[in-house]
């Protein structure tokens, strides 16, 4: 399994795993000026208020991109779990979630 690219900013952290990435372009529509495709890196998580890119981080569908904030703190699952059908027909899960895979276990918010 690929690692997570890791994009520092002085407020919070955001990770970009490429291989989960389902292009459901949440980042660029919600913040195209932290999350611009045409950009080298293209996550410059300093250009939006810490908070703000964290709630834009957490309209990813995959779980492609996640957050650390400077404190340490990282997304809290949704309680009670959710499953919800995307316009595209995949499922969504969000939640306290352990993951079985071939690599071993993982534990996942969304």
Not at 44 to 68: F, I, N
Not at 89 to 106: C, E, H, N
Request: proline share 6%.
């Amino acid at each position: 399994m690929s690692q997570p690219k890791e994009h520092e900013g002085r407020e919070i952290t955001v990770t970009f795993e490429s291989r989960r990435c389902l292009h459901a372009a949440e980042c660029v529509r919600g913040l195209p000026h932290v999350f611009d495709l045409d950009s080298r890196p293209w996550v410059q998580p300093d250009g939006a208020a810490a908070d703000r890119v964290a709630e834009v981080v957490r309209r990813c569908p995959s779980g492609a991109l996640q957050y650390r904030l400077a404190d340490g703190s990282t997304e809290e699952p949704d309680r009670p779990t959710t499953v919800t059908r995307s316009l595209a027909g995949q499922l969504v899960i969000r939640g306290d979630l352990g993951i079985r895979t071939a690599y071993g276990d993982r534990h996942e918010t969304r």
